[in-house]
């Protein structure tokens, strides 16, 4: 089977990239201009697409410092003398020179390039019409989550709609208006040719659920409250229900269940090779390296009776309802972790690294309840804001809410995404997106009209020229 080599030739974007560096050999690989030539061609470049969803940059160590570690949920973990660098996202006194906010740059980038590969190359393969239309499709889908994290993490950044014919990728920075409107064309048009579902040999491949579910939520960022509830009820009627037992949800067992909506297989095999988004996480000195933990603020959050507060967090001393006991006692490893990342012994494949088999829940079905609440209470719509907000507080074996005004349900709805997506990497943007950053994240240093955003890598600016420009207050 032939290897890929797809070209990464944003050069102007990425650090240490030269016009030279292009024109480097690397044995074994083949070069994208001699690669889409078949229809097994455009496969094996899609699927490349789905491995950087597994990468560390999306998943690991990049990922958790700017989504995870700057929301007042997830601190650093791990000892203290470990990795102690994390912290400067704890209290955001990192700078435009930090290797995390270049590396999720760099990371995003690339993926963002073997997107545009397939939409600029495939067309030309002479192949079934019907599969090349759909990889195309999820090509434009997965182009809209990368561009959408780029643009909660750093503001307006240039938008390239496939390869430029002219080999220019030194280009400005494009509004963040105009790139969500890019991010919205891409999810339109893949929705429109995307299928329901797939067989169980194409699991994992993004669907028109999985691409109406993240235009919903790029509509909610927009506070396009009439599409973010319109597009949200699409969703709705294609006929997600939420897993029944929350913990069953998180576990290998619930995988591409009744909820998934955009989820990513990290299946442990030849074709898809895990990832190290548990291990990272996972128990020290017993399922993996302990960092990315959960905070006090967080473990107050819980209402009493909250079945998601013990199937969130998980505790030194305890055993979980899968058998496993968790360490206790050592000084080393911390007192709590992530629970939604745990991977029982019983099912762990050591060939691949621990946790390796966990997959990565990206959207879920609750999260499409709460934005249709969410954009119904803005709208006015209180009684469907109450009956979807209240499915997602039923499963957690929860009373209905006892909010009625429209500004009492939108604090109510806030807290439930809060707690619902508690260390799923939402928190921290969802504090920017709704205004409550600059209270709520005072405390750890947080200065307003610099910290919503990140700074843009100081090496791609100097790499640049000063085409691209810097966020204010870096």
């Not at 249709?372 to 719509?381: D, I, K, S, W």
């Not at 074996?397 to 709805?413: D, E, M, N």
């Amino acid at each position: 089977m032939k290897k890929i080599f797809l070209s990464i030739t944003i050069f102007a974007l990425f650090a240490g990239c030269k016009d030279e560096y292009l024109d480097v050999e690397q044995p074994n690989r083949v070069k994208a201009d001699a690669f889409f030539t078949t229809q097994e061609d455009a496969m094996l470049a899609t699927n490349a697409i789905y491995s950087s969803l597994r990468s560390w940059e999306n998943s690991a160590f990049p990922a958790q410092y700017v989504f995870g570690v700057p929301a007042d949920d997830v601190e650093k973990g791990s000892n203290p003398g470990d990795a102690s660098f994390i912290n400067a996202y704890d209290q955001f006194t990192f700078t435009a020179s930090d290797g995390g906010v270049e590396g999720y740059w760099i990371g995003q980038w690339q993926f963002v390039n073997r997107c545009n590969q397939v939409i600029t190359n495939v067309p030309a393969i002479n192949m079934d019409g019907a599969l090349k239309n759909r990889l195309i499709a999820e090509a434009k889908m997965l182009r809209a989550y990368f561009y959408f994290n780029l643009v909660r993490i750093y503001g307006g950044v240039p938008i390239f709609d496939g390869l430029p014919a002219d080999k220019n990728y030194n280009i400005p920075r494009n509004s963040v208006d105009e790139v969500y409107n890019f991010i919205i064309s891409d999810l339109t048009a893949a929705a429109g040719v995307l299928p329901q579902s797939y067989d169980a040999a194409n699991l994992g491949r993004v669907t028109k659920g999985a691409a109406l579910g993240l235009l919903s939520k790029v509509y909610l960022y927009k506070k396009d409250w009439q599409k973010a509830y319109d597009t949200s009820n699409q969703v709705i009627a294609l006929g997600y229900s939420l897993d029944p037992d929350f913990n069953h949800l998180f576990r290998p067992a619930g995988e591409f269940g009744s909820e998934s909506v955009f989820e990513v297989n990290c299946e442990c095999s030849a074709q898809f090779g895990g990832s190290q988004y548990a291990e990272v996480q996972g128990v020290r000195n017993q399922f993996g390296w302990g960092f990315f933990t959960p905070t006090q603020a967080l473990e107050n959050a819980f209402e009493s009776g909250d079945i998601r507060k013990e199937l969130t967090i998980l505790r030194e001393g305890e055993t979980t309802p899968e058998g496993d006991l968790i360490k206790k006692g050592d000084p080393q490893a911390g007192n709590s972790w992530n629970q939604k990342v745990y991977v029982p012994t019983s099912l762990n494949n050591n060939a691949c690294g621990y946790g390796s088999i966990q997959n990565i829940r990206i959207l879920r079905f609750a999260e499409i309840l709460l934005i249709n609440a969410e954009a119904a209470n803005e709208l006015g719509n209180t009684s469907v804001a109450i009956t979807n907000l209240n499915k997602v507080r039923t499963r957690a074996s929860l009373p209905g809410t006892t909010a009625s005004t429209q500004s009492a349900l939108r604090t109510v709805i806030w807290h439930e995404r809060r707690v619902e997506l508690a260390m799923e990497g939402d928190r921290f943007v969802d504090l920017v997106r709704t205004g409550q950053a600059a209270t709520v994240l005072a405390p750890y240093g947080f200065k307003s009209n610099k910290n919503e955003v990140f700074p843009i890598p100081l090496n791609s600016i100097n790499q640049s020229n000063g085409v691209l420009t810097q966020n204010p207050g870096y």
